[in-house]
C-alpha cells in the first residue's frame, strides 16, 4: 500500500499540517508540532511560517 501525504482532517491545530506529516512519517503528532516549532523559532534558514502556508494550500485533506 502506497502512503499519501496529506492534512489531517480530525487531529488538527490550525490546518492539520503537522499532524498529516505525522501520520506520513509515523510519529506522534505532538512531537512533530515540537519540533516544527522549533526548526521555524530557532533555525535562521528556515522559513517555517511561509512553509506552513504553502503545505496547508497543496496538501489535499484526508476524509
Excluded: E, H, N, W
Excluded at 6 to 30: E, H, I, N
Aim: glycine content about 6%; overall charge positive.
Amino acid at each position: 500500500m502506497q502512503k499519501k501525504l496529506m492534512r489531517s482532517a480530525t487531529d488538527k491545530m490550525l490546518c492539520g499540517v503537522c499532524a498529516g506529516l505525522a501520520d506520513y512519517f509515523d510519529v506522534d503528532p505532538t512531537m512533530m508540532r515540537a519540533a516544527y516549532a522549533f526548526l521555524s523559532v530557532f533555525a535562521a534558514g528556515f522559513p517555517g511560517v511561509i512553509l506552513y502556508v504553502v503545505l496547508a494550500i497543496i496538501m489535499p485533506i484526508k476524509r
